[in-house]
């Protein structure tokens, strides 16, 4: 059933298309003339390939989709370079801008998630249905195919499909991290040194050490994520609580919901479309790997397990509370940084670069407490701020692991858009 709904949205998206555009011109010197829609259809079709709200391995969803939309953006650049390009470094100014975008979309997602390929085969059929045959489309496919192969080629190598299910030595060490119910495993220890997109190296933005267990730094951060993010806490209001179940979903499909959403209604070209996903995306990915690479390397504790122990943390001013739960489950991995915050602010940061900082949006989320809500939010930045302070509202993260990922964030947003498809003189 979710296939089928797939498929019918993308043919309405795909004949509002040819309302709005005419997509049987020939290509030009400008792609601006095409509408932007085959790259969202694409993001949505790469996020229900993945599995949509059920998919579980955000890790590689984010690496998953900076692959293919970098495949879309180094395909329309070739036939109309305006920008750097990432991969694939041939031109062909013959191509249908479309076929292009479309099928190399299609063969990076068909490439990693095979199982999906009928749904995958279906929607590039929908997206090619509309191009009219001859040389140009004939082009377009190969330019496409060209672009996909070129990125699968620099990642083909980089480790991301190993087993992500680890489980640590045990600890009692006060600080040190011990999983949290329910899970039982760390997630993807080996993503600490993953190949980069953007980033020079895994290690490039580490952070600065957490507070000390000792310090009244650590005691503050500890007290309110005790207070506030407790399951049942009557000091959170109504409205906090919605924040925190609102942007509880992986950050990668909220931020490039976000992404989708404000290139609708800033009204952007086609290739200008696809430089901001690919931009948006590595930078996502990026900060999952660079939050990695802190979370392992400094090893700190959950709450959870911080506040049920806190009479071996050696600080008068905090309490232990064995029976402490947070409102939401815990992820599988270290406390600090908060990647989720981290994952918000490099968007964030790329988002305003390139399309302004005052740019206001409304979108909703599949993990809203009720279904179809809403948030509005006036800049990007501002959405940020809620994103990280939702997982102190949740009780999975303490104040200062949130505030380093969003510093983290900035970092890794504004290295990517200084370093990665700038326009040409």
């Not at 600080?175 to 993953?194: C, I």
């Not at 479309?273 to 802190?294: N, Q």
């Not at 979108?363 to 809403?374: E, I, L, R």
Request: net charge negative.
């Amino acid at each position: 059933m979710k296939q089928i709904l797939v498929l019918i949205t993308l043919f309405l998206m795909s004949a509002w298309q040819i309302a709005c555009k005419d997509n049987t011109t020939e290509p030009g010197n400008d792609l601006e003339q095409y509408s932007n829609q085959v790259i969202l259809d694409w993001n949505i079709v790469a996020y229900e390939a993945m599995g949509g709200t059920a998919y579980q391995h955000s890790l590689l969803a984010s690496r998953i989709n900076a692959m293919t939309h970098i495949a879309m953006h180094d395909a329309l650049n070739a036939i109309a370079p305006r920008y750097q390009t990432y991969a694939f470094h041939q031109k062909n100014s013959e191509a249908n801008p479309i076929a292009a975008a479309a099928t190399a979309a299609y063969e990076v997602l068909v490439n990693q998630l095979p199982t999906a390929k009928h749904m995958l085969d279906s929607s590039l059929a929908v997206s090619l249905a509309n191009v009219p045959e001859g040389n140009a489309k004939t082009q377009g496919i190969q330019v496409g195919k060209q672009a996909a192969a070129s990125i699968l080629a620099l990642r083909q190598n980089d480790g991301a499909l190993q087993d992500p299910i680890s489980i640590p030595a045990g600890t009692t060490q006060p600080g040190e991290y011990q999983v949290v119910p329910p899970f039982d495993f760390v997630f993807a220890p080996f993503w600490k040194t993953m190949q980069p997109f953007s980033l020079q190296k895994p290690e490039q933005f580490r952070i600065a050490p957490q507070p000390a267990l000792n310090t009244q730094a650590f005691a503050e951060g500890f007290n309110e994520v005790k207070r506030i993010g407790q399951k049942d806490s009557p000091d959170r209001s109504a409205d906090q609580t919605a924040i925190a179940m609102f942007w509880y979903e992986f950050s990668e499909a909220g931020w490039n919901r976000v992404a989708r959403v404000a290139a609708t209604d800033k009204k952007l070209g086609l290739l200008a479309t696809a430089r901001l996903f690919a931009l948006v995306d590595m930078a996502l990915t990026d900060a999952y790997t660079a939050g990695w690479d802190s979370k392992f390397h400094y090893n700190f504790w959950r709450p959870y397990t911080a506040i049920r122990s806190a009479e071996l943390d050696g600080n008068n001013d905090t309490a232990a509370d064995p029976n402490w739960e947070p409102l939401m489950p815990t992820p599988p991995v270290q406390d600090y940084p908060s990647t989720h915050s981290a994952l918000g602010n490099a968007a964030a940061t790329v988002l305003t670069a390139i399309l302004g900082e005052n740019v206001g949006f409304t979108m909703t989320s599949p993990t809203a407490q009720v279904p179809g809500s809403t948030r509005s939010f006036y800049s990007f930045l501002e959405a940020a701020d809620e994103n990280a302070d939702s997982r102190v509202l949740a009780g999975i993260h303490f104040r200062f692991s949130c505030e380093k990922g969003q510093e983290l964030g900035n970092q890794i947003g504004k290295w990517t858009v200084e370093h990665h498809l700038k326009p040409v003189e």
